[in-house]
């Protein structure tokens, strides 16, 4: 299968200046991307994942010619990206939840139909089957400032591969989205990828969407890489890890290492513990007798939840 991204030993360090006083600055280096390797083939659906400065953003203005690398190699369609920016922005397309592709006095229609005429791809069966998947057309004439936020979201997918590429990054793109908005985004991400072969590389913090999509994953953290396979294996690693779900009043956190709180909500708490430690009646055990718990449930940690338990327990996985 063709390699369509070939990343090899990737740094990307930035310099720092701290004033010490009104004269004199001091420098430091920042080490935002350590020697990072992967490769994504044609046709992958991956997730990107990492926290808020682990190095997402900085790796994907990399992919994408917008930032140069301090060292190491990075092939985007065979070509280094920063010197071949414009040779691969045909091929390339790009949503960032937080910056628009629109223009905001325009009805919808115009901002699709400007785009298509600069990537001089106006190919309206493409354009057609994007409305009527996100079921944009009752409001194709209004202009975009007068939509609803799910409404410009949609639009702003559509914006994003109107020029058909065969690669796109989706940063944080159903971020702030009501349900509905959300799933049609994921249901035409699948249908895409599916239909065209497309690849599509998904940042975000909405955890369950990289479990609807991708088969695969790439877990950044601190600049580098942590983990690079199968979400489904991922999860396997932190498999001795339960959830335990308590319903109830005055239920009061544990001391006991090995079971953490996971969550507090209105009428129940949730805690995490190794199933090579403790069984389920331990814990029930443990409850003390001010407590009153009506009800517990036993369940399996979500992708969210594991990254949650890895910031506590460590990476067991490296």
């Given at each position: 299968?063709?390699?369509?991204?070939?990343?090899?030993?990737?740094?990307?360090?930035?310099?720092?200046?701290?004033?010490?006083?009104?004269?004199?600055?001091?420098?430091?280096?920042?080490?935002?991307?350590?020697?990072?390797?992967?490769?994504?083939?044609?046709?992958?659906?991956?997730?990107?994942?990492?926290?808020?400065?682990?190095?997402?953003?900085?790796?994907?203005?990399?992919?994408?010619?917008?930032?140069?690398?301090?060292?190491?190699?990075?092939?985007?369609?065979?070509?280094?990206?920063?010197?071949?920016?414009?040779?691969?922005?045909?091929?390339?397309?790009?949503?960032?939840?937080?910056?628009?592709?629109?223009?905001?006095?325009?009805?919808?229609?115009?901002?699709?139909?400007?785009?298509?005429?600069?990537?001089?791809?106006?190919?309206?069966?493409?354009?057609?089957?994007?409305?009527?998947?996100?079921?944009?057309?009752?409001?194709?004439?209004?202009?975009?400032?007068?939509?609803?936020?799910?409404?410009?979201?949609?639009?702003?997918?559509?914006?994003?591969?109107?020029?058909?590429?065969?690669?796109?990054?989706?940063?944080?793109?159903?971020?702030?989205?009501?349900?509905?908005?959300?799933?049609?985004?994921?249901?035409?991400?699948?249908?895409?990828?599916?239909?065209?072969?497309?690849?599509?590389?998904?940042?975000?913090?909405?955890?369950?969407?990289?479990?609807?999509?991708?088969?695969?994953?790439?877990?950044?953290?601190?600049?580098?890489?942590?983990?690079?396979?199968?979400?489904?294996?991922?999860?396997?690693?932190?498999?001795?890890?339960?959830?335990?779900?308590?319903?109830?009043?005055?239920?009061?956190?544990?001391?006991?290492?090995?079971?953490?709180?996971?969550?507090?909500?209105?009428?129940?708490?949730?805690?995490?513990?190794?199933?090579?430690?403790?069984?389920?009646?331990?814990?029930?055990?443990?409850?003390?007798?001010?407590?009153?718990?009506?009800?517990?449930?036993?369940?399996?940690?979500?992708l969210q939840e594991i990254l949650l338990v890895k910031s506590k327990v460590g990476d067991t996985c490296e």
């Amino acid at each position: 299968m063709q390699e369509v991204i070939k990343v090899k030993n990737l740094n990307k360090d930035y310099i720092i200046k701290n004033r010490i006083s009104f004269f004199r600055t001091s420098k430091e280096i920042k080490h935002a991307i350590k020697d990072i390797s992967f490769s994504i083939s044609e046709g992958e659906i991956v997730g990107y994942i990492g926290a808020n400065g682990a190095g997402k953003s900085t790796m994907i203005k990399l992919l994408l010619g917008i930032l140069s690398k301090t060292s190491g190699s990075i092939n985007v369609f065979g070509k280094e990206p920063f010197y071949n920016r414009q040779k691969n922005a045909s091929n390339i397309g790009v949503l960032f939840g937080q910056k628009s592709h629109l223009w905001w006095d325009l009805p919808l229609i115009d901002s699709f139909n400007y785009l298509a005429k600069i990537y001089d791809n106006e190919d309206k069966e493409w354009l057609e089957y994007l409305i009527e998947e996100l079921n944009v057309r009752e409001y194709l004439l209004q202009p975009v400032r007068q939509l609803s936020l799910g409404q410009r979201m949609r639009g702003e997918f559509i914006a994003s591969i109107i020029h058909k590429p065969k690669l796109i990054f989706l940063d944080e793109p159903t971020i702030g989205l009501d349900i509905e908005t959300k799933n049609k985004i994921m249901e035409l991400i699948l249908k895409i990828n599916e239909k065209y072969n497309t690849t599509i590389i998904l940042t975000t913090h909405e955890i369950s969407d990289i479990e609807k999509v991708c088969k695969r994953m790439i877990l950044i953290d601190e600049g580098s890489l942590k983990y690079d396979g199968k979400v489904k294996k991922y999860k396997e690693i932190y498999n001795n890890y339960k959830k335990i779900k308590m319903y109830g009043e005055n239920i009061v956190d544990f001391s006991v290492d090995g079971i953490f709180l996971l969550r507090t909500n209105v009428d129940s708490k949730e805690f995490v513990f190794d199933v090579t430690k403790f069984t389920q009646l331990d814990i029930i055990k443990m409850i003390p007798n001010q407590c009153v718990v009506k009800e517990t449930k036993l369940l399996d940690l979500n992708l969210q939840e594991i990254l949650l338990v890895k910031s506590k327990v460590g990476d067991t996985c490296e």
